[in-house]
């Protein structure tokens, strides 16, 4: 998905039920194994830069500033669909993640799980979730 | 999951970066099909009633109080598999969904898209997602 116009993105944008700090939590999915990568922020800048784009770019709240995934890593998400919830207050982004998701390598970074009583870690680096 | 115990569910809570209202967010994804169903929040005592029960409570932030999902409704979610993020700051609900998960009877929450240039509702009512 690129190339949105302006008048579109200015609606989605105005859709969107921001908290309090003008942030919105969003989900980025594998568009086609449904995997779940990461969960991270957007505010208003960077949806509009990630529909122009069609590259995914966050806002990070610990830089407080715009964060355009695998722009030093190279491991991009390149959008395939935007979607919202009912409530307008959450994001599930549709992505074509390149390489590992998550900054220990890992391809999700959802990869501690409580099995038999314990956290384990259930993903390693540089390989798909189980 | 049920029963896990009290040593572990303490474990679990202290390794979460709760946020400063004392909330994670957390995803709910069906855990055979991969549909990403919900986002909504946790506290400490959420986790701790989800993990002991087995049935999944979020925190309502607009009522203040545990939501037992699906107590009224029905539409219940089993947990199937606690997990959280590399940085301990969201959580992902594997789940077994009754039902939709959605208030507006939808399967998934997150039934908006931005498709060929407007915001289109790619789900309807009672069925699952395409």
Not at 32 to 59: F, H, K, P
């Amino acid at each position: 998905m690129t190339g949105v116009d302006e008048a579109t993105i200015a609606a989605v944008i105005d859709r969107i039920a921001f908290d309090e700090k003008g942030l919105v939590p969003a989900i980025a999915q594998q568009h086609d194994s449904g995997e779940v990568l990461m969960l991270a922020w957007m505010n208003a800048e960077s949806i509009r830069e990630t529909l122009t784009s069609g590259q995914v770019c966050y806002w990070s709240r610990s830089r407080r500033s715009l964060w355009r995934k695998g722009e030093t890593s190279g491991h991009r998400q390149r959008l395939v669909e935007f979607r919202f919830d009912c409530d307008r207050d959450a994001v599930l982004l549709m992505v074509e993640q390149q390489g590992p998701a998550c900054h220990t390598d890992r391809r999700s970074c959802f990869f501690h799980a409580l099995r038999d009583g314990t956290v384990r870690v259930i993903l390693e680096p540089a390989e798909t979730a189980s």
